[in-house]
């Protein structure tokens, strides 16, 4: 029994295998994208890999890579595997001018989840009722007003605008109106289409979160706000809540 839960373990550890992968999206915000990369690690459950393009929580991809076969669920007999999968977390780091986004993902399975072909801009998440085997997703919900704090408080930021390939098409500075550990309100430098991403700097910190546009609003003096969501990692607050 020992033996059993000891493999257990084992088999779910990432292995480090730097296999050429090909990840798909499909219709986010109306647009389909493929890219060539390659794995950083992988498991039988899920794998972490790096993109040149932002992907956000709840995201599927759809995989494409010559896996071992003792790594494989399923489609043992072919040369290539096929599995759809879950992002589970991202995380930005930028080097000079170029950006990459390290993914983890959990395989889901051979197939989408029902309804994902109609509506391709659903999120999910997992679904942890269901124990072993391949992650299941489930639809993802949103609050409809974020349960963190937020501090009434003006920050120097610097907003980059990225678009669907990671290339930067806008910068600018701002200040915050708001910001709590998961999200900010900024004065716009510029607009932003809502599910767009945006990288946010603050250079007293060093700080750099990447974010999605949730909302761009403007007031009844013309003012105009865009409201992030942020997707790699919290804002740190000590010392100033």
């Given amino acids: 029994m020992g033996e059993k839960r000891r493999e257990s373990r084992r088999i779910r550890e990432r292995v480090r295998l730097e296999l050429p992968v090909r990840a798909r999206a499909m219709g986010v915000r109306g647009m389909a994208w493929e890219e060539l990369t390659r794995l950083l690690d992988v498991s039988p459950f899920g794998a972490r890999l790096s993109l040149s393009r932002p992907v956000e929580p709840g995201r ?25 999968s879950l992002v589970r977390n991202v995380r930005a780091t930028t080097s000079g001018e170029a950006t990459r986004f ?5 395989f889901v399975g051979k197939h989408p ?46 907003v ?15 200040v915050t109106e708001n910001l709590s550990r998961r999200g900010a309100a900024v ?13 946010l700097r603050n250079a007293q910190f060093g700080l750099e979160v ?10 009844d003096r013309g003012v105009t706000r865009l409201h992030l969501e942020f997707l790699d990692r919290e804002w740190p607050l000590e010392g100033v809540e």
């Fill in 210 to 219: 990447l974010a999605a546009v949730r909302a761009c609003r403007t007031d």
């Fill in 113 to 158: 989840p029902a309804g994902h072909i109609d509506d391709p801009e659903k999120l999910y998440d997992v679904d942890r009722s269901k124990p072993g085997g391949l992650y299941e997703p489930k639809p993802k919900e949103r609050p409809e007003r974020s349960d963190a704090t937020r501090l009434g408080m003006a920050v120097e930021v610097e």
């Fill in 60 to 84: 599927l991809l759809h995989l494409t890579m010559p896996l071992p076969r003792p790594l494989r669920s399923f489609d043992h007999a072919e040369e290539q595997y096929h599995v759809w």
């Fill in 187 to 199: 004065y716009a430098p510029f607009e932003a289409e809502r599910g767009s991403f945006v990288l």
């Fill in 102 to 106: 390290e993914v983890g993902l959990a």
């Fill in 160 to 174: 980059v605008l990225l678009d669907e390939r990671g290339g930067v098409t806008q910068t600018g500075l701002t």
